[in-house]
């Protein structure tokens, strides 16, 4: 009886034993798998750093979509957020390779982050990485469609501005050779037929000067200039027109302040200022011209007593062929392009120009440049 118990209570120890090892064999199979998972769903070599030194937003999402890592880039421009995808248009294409294997390649508009804003153009390129991952690459092309968008508009307004003087000026030269034999008529037709033929030119030349002003070398002549020597240039330019207008021109300061920089563009920017504020101020008002230099700049302020700018339009000022009041505008034969000529003159100079206005009180254009040198603080 002694002897079956022993073997009885042997066969329980080994039953318990092996079990034993089954289970620590399970278990060890088990952490071999996970740890093999684990090793799987670690990213190739080099594809983290590469990722990081792109300057495209380069992102990897796990089979749930998660991000694994994502570049710089791609934070910046709003395309992830808590390691999520923002736009449902990029998950769709993420999807779309998942199911069918293929990469893909599409241009989309997209806007900066989560919560909205400016717009992207970005080329999207999605493609499998390894069995499980899928590789997203956005290139930023916002600015080039911005670029192409201007140089579309540009020649649109371009030829809308050259349209109605070219077609004023053939009317008017049949409108001569008709009244050949009534000399009051040809007189006033022909004055007519020079209006257009100067705003033609102004257009022209304008265009051709904003041209100059975006290319590279625009700064040849660069050298010394007196701040008021230069704006003393640009009012006598227009003494003129203000007296035609009855509006007075005061200038003040900016007698020892000095600048580098091409004497005859700095010019054309002071005098587009003037001639706008002349063209919408009212008889009997001032246009002031004050010039403030320290911690090495000069302002050029010039204010008028207009009615001002609608607060909406002040952000668009400085673009090409806009215009505030275009009736008014085309009736004072402005080309459009005058504030763009200021903007681009002032940036070449390594400057700015900037605008305060309220409806009904008037406008006031500041000019900002470097100083060549120190001068002392002026006051009126």
């Known amino acids: 009886m002694t002897s079956l118990s022993s073997v009885l209570l042997t066969l329980a120890l080994g039953m318990a034993m092996g079990a034993g090892i089954v289970l620590l064999l399970t278990v060890a199979s088990r952490r071999g798998a996970d740890a093999a998972e684990l090793a799987d769903r670690s990213l190739p070599d080099g594809v983290t750093q590469t990722i990081d030194a792109l300057d495209a937003a380069g992102i990897v999402l796990d089979t749930s979509n998660t991000v694994r890592t994502a570049s710089a880039a791609a934070t910046s421009m709003g395309l992830v957020h808590d390691d999520a995808l923002v ?17 893909v390649t599409e241009d989309l508009e997209l806007a900066r982050g ?13 493609t499998r990485l390894g069995t499980r991952d899928v590789l997203l690459i956005a290139d930023d092309h916002t600015d080039a469609h911005r670029l192409e968008e201007v140089r579309r508009d540009f020649i649109a307004n371009i030829s809308h501005e050259l349209k109605t003087p070219i077609s004023a000026v053939g009317l008017l030269a049949e409108a001569v050779a008709e009244a050949a034999d009534d000399p009051d008529q040809v007189r006033r037709f022909a004055a007519q037929l020079t209006a257009e033929t100067d705003r033609l030119g102004r257009i022209t030349r304008d265009v051709i000067e904003l041209t100059r002003l975006e290319s590279t070398d625009a700064l040849g002549g660069s050298r010394l200039l007196g701040i008021r020597d230069v704006i003393n240039t640009a009012i006598e330019q227009n003494r003129v027109a203000a007296a035609a207008g009855g509006v007075t021109l005061v200038v003040r300061g900016g007698k020892k302040a000095q600048v580098n920089g091409d004497e005859m563009l700095l010019t054309a920017a002071v005098h587009n200022l003037i001639a706008n504020a002349i063209q919408y101020s009212p008889a009997g008002s001032r246009v002031g011209i004050g010039v403030k230099s320290g911690d090495g ?20 000022v400085f673009e090409r062929f806009f215009r505030v009041d275009d009736a008014r505008s085309r009736h004072t034969g402005g080309s459009g392009l005058g504030l763009a000529i200021v903007k681009h003159a002032v940036q070449n100079h390594g400057g700015d120009v900037r605008v305060w206005s309220v409806a009904g009180r008037g406008s006031t254009f500041t000019i900002r440049l470097p100083l060549a040198a120190p001068a002392e603080p002026e006051g009126a």
């Open 114 to 126: 989560p919560f909205g804003g400016v717009q992207l153009h970005v080329r999207v390129r999605v």
């Open 87 to 103: 736009h449902p248009q990029l998950a769709h294409l993420v999807n779309r390779v998942r199911r069918t294997g293929e990469p």
């Open 297 to 316: 700049l000069v302002e050029i302020a010039v204010t008028d007593q207009g009615e001002g700018i609608p607060e909406q339009d002040l952000d668009r």
